[in-house]
């Protein structure tokens, strides 16, 4: 017991409170982090970064179309939302084609005269200027006669000299005769006269005919077209000496109207001609442009080679055209197309509506509904822009031209037509591929028809 507490206040040892000792103040710990809170940010963030991606994904579908399923089957507006694509189509026609052999010719001029002088001489004068048009017998070129003007002098005058002793020896030949009826003279003094006045003939012959060389040369002097044609370049100039043994020409002259082309055609193909060449058919020959672009003139079958070509396999012929727009020049490179045959009351349509695969051809048909639904066609000959379709259209089907890379089975469209009905030709561009081809296809092949060569 503390002596100093007041008895009966003594606190119980065990369970006295004792008073805090005073201690120094402390700052509260910081809190804890919560643990959980971490995470429900992180998924916060990934789920708002999905629907941003999904809202792209979206508004890019969007803006891209609805795919070409979708809207065959529910009529919903094409790409871009901004309705049916436009496209251009044709109409497939009744028409006639033509049946063409071609290949690849060369201008070639009926006559080609590489004029030369036949004298020697100076060549004093010029008549005609380069690229000149020149008839036949118009002057071109004179050379100096003036040396051939003196020798038809001398062989002039050496036949009147021959003339006058021929007629002295036929005289003394009439007296012998005369005095030999009278045997005045030996009959072999009038042989001799006989011979002698033979060999006075022979001479007046001989310088007859140096007369006539020297009156030759001088119209050589003068040298004249033979043939109508084109002058080319001109090749000597006045005062320029020239001989008759000279390898170069003077100048050449071509004929130009008519002209011809000559082409090979393959030997498969010999047969056919020769029968129409035989019935008596002329058939029509068409030059086009080197690049086969355009028609340049029309002419017609002139001949067939006499042999074929056995390391080409093919023949040569001759096609002539009167020329007279002077569109064929001579050496010009051109594709000649053969017409054999005429197809008549076939079903036309243009080649730029004509898709084609690796293995069929078809088009985008067009239904009255302005829907499109892929047919497959079968193709006969092709002749410019137009081809022949044999199967799979009927006069009057449109087929689509342009626009064909916007399209799928059943897509609806937006027409124009490019022949207003009348099944014109196709007009040149680019064609795109159709996004679903028939039959599973790949997409379509190169571009443009058949080739006709």
Known sequence: MNPKSPAGLEPDPDTQVRPPMPQET???????????????????????????????????????????????????????????????????????????????????????????????GELIDVHYKEGDIVKKGDPLIEIDPRPYEVQLEQAQGQLVRDQALLANARVDQTRYETLLKQNAIPEQQLATQKALVDQYVGTVKTDEGMVHSAELNLIYCHIQARITGRVGLRLVDPGNIVHATDTNALLVITQIEPISVIFPISETDLTRVRKRVAAGQTLQVEAWDVGDNGKVATGALATIDNQIDQTTGTVKLRATFDNKDNALFPNQFINAHLLVQQNQNVVLLPTAAIQRTSSTSYVWLLKPDNTVTARNITEGVEEGDTSEITSGLNPGDAAVMTGVDKLNEGTKVNVTFQDAGQGGGAPKGKKGAPNTPPNGQGGKGPGGGKSTK
Request: charged content about 20%.
């Open 26 to 120: 402390k700052a509260p710990p910081p809190p804890r982090p919560r643990k959980g809170k971490g995470w429900i940010w992180l998924l916060v963030l990934v789920a708002l970064a999905a629907g941003v991606y999904l809202y792209w994904q979206r508004n890019n579908d969007a803006s891209a179309g609805s795919t070409p399923n979708s809207d065959a089957k529910t009529g919903k507006k094409g790409r871009g939302g901004g309705g049916p694509p436009p496209v251009v189509a044709a109409h497939a026609r009744r028409g006639n084609i033509g049946v063409y052999v071609t290949g690849l010719g060369n201008v070639t001029p009926l006559y080609t005269d590489m004029v030369k002088s036949r004298v020697d």
